[in-house]
């Protein structure tokens, strides 16, 4: 009678468990990449562990055939996770050894086995890392509570922010596995950190980069503030108000920071140049400048009416490229973009808008812009003056000069200024012979503003005095 009883028991416990508490989800590793160590032990990283990358109870342990398999119970739901060795220097990468992004599942209850390949460990064999030493990942998984899920963060500091005490303008920019780093891209890198050291060596003050990594499957999503009636899409409100609202004020809080629009900008291209310019049209008082690099304005009318809408309420500074080789509409939907700005209340000056003949769309060509555009959106907000406004940059030779800047168009003539690196006037001399002198100057970097006698243009070049 007893055996009866406990029989029945069992069996309406059984029965009012809840049923995931009975269910079984099974990660097994059925192909490991050539070179990974033979003493080497997996683990599983995820939304479901708190993103631990080597804690002991999500280790992996061999089945009966010798492959590393984990079992565990979770609540229905969709994970996101990847494996490590450990630790996230040691994390799983792509078919080149670089960055992957985060493996997702469908998890819908009951007994459920998923076969996992590795390709590759970023640590082994993972290619040529390209990424200056003051380049760092901030987090393997920062969280975007806006989207519910999470994100590497990528940071880039001055070479001289660990001495220097100052306090440093900020860029937030997308897709952030292509901006340092050759081996965690997946077509080509932006070279954002070597270009902002050399700027550095000839006298720039420094800027903090931060890098959002785009997700992989969710790029789409969050790099469209509309939904595309083909592609989807419709997340990138969310992914904004994350980097306003979230990371922007954590940054702000751990880093020494200028933190005013005028010194707060966003960049990106392509989806990431679209979301960009959404960016600065949400937040005006957030983002004063804006990075706008071959924007797929074909995803959705929608940004046009929002630009309307939205209209001109702060100063700010745009800067718009786009190539003739591109796709067949991306030169003539950013001049529909540059005179929509302008009928909303922008100023010429705010705006700047560059077409190339070569220009593709591809990440050399945004590489080679990078640079330009960056000199151009912070200078004001760098100096304290608007030196640029409405300027064409301005080739000189040799920079570092010591004693004399020859202009790269000697034919060009007018009144020249040079100001210092906090904008205050140094020096006033009419040019004719396309030269300018520096003797007498101390040694750092100087702004020189030429306006031309024939057209009243202006050109600028920033200067660095040995």
Known sequence: MKKYLFLAFSTLWCTLLPFWLL??????????PVGTPADA????????????PGDAAWRLVPNAQGQPEIVFNPAPGAYEYKF???????????????????????????????????????????????????????????YMPQLN???????YLPP????????????????????????????????????LNELFAQGDPGVIVVGIDNGGGERINEYTPWPNPQYGGGDGEAYIDFIAQTLKPYIDENYRTLSGPAH???????LGGLISLYGVLRYPMTFGRGGIFS??????SDIYTYATQQGHSAPQRLYFIAGQQESSSMVGQLNSMHATLLQAGYAESELRKLIHADGQHAEWYWAREFGAAYQWLFAGGITGIDLAAGAQPLAVFPNPATDTLRLS???????????????????????????????????????LRLQTDADKRIFLARVVKQ
């Open 23 to 32: 269910a079984q989800l099974t990660l097994r590793l059925t192909n490991l």
């Open 41 to 52: 032990q997996f683990f599983v990283a995820g939304s479901f562990n708190n993103w631990s």
């Open 84 to 142: 490590t060795r450990g630790s996230w220097a040691t994390v799983e990468g792509n078919e080149q050894g670089g960055y992957r992004p985060n493996r997702t599942l469908q998890y819908n209850g009951g007994a459920q086995t998923i076969d996992i390949s590795v390709l590759s460990w970023e640590d082994v064999g993972g290619g040529n890392h390209t990424a200056a030493p003051n380049v760092s990942i901030l987090s393997a998984n920062f």
């Open 149 to 155: 899920r999470s994100r590497r963060i990528w940071l």
């Open 160 to 195: 001289n922010y660990e001495t220097s005490g100052q306090s440093y303008p900020v860029l937030y920019m997308h897709d952030g596995q292509n901006l340092f780093d050759v081996a965690t891209s997946f077509s080509g890198e932006w070279r954002v950190d070597e270009t």
């Open 264 to 270: 707060t900008g966003i960049m990106g291209s392509s």
């Open 295 to 300: 924007p797929s304005l074909w995803f959705t």
């Open 409 to 447: 168009q000697p034919e060009l003539s007018g009144q020249a200024q040079l100001f210092d690196a906090q904008g205050r006037p140094v020096r006033q001399a009419r040019i004719s012979d396309g030269r300018f002198s520096l003797r007498g100057l101390p040694a750092g970097l100087y702004w």
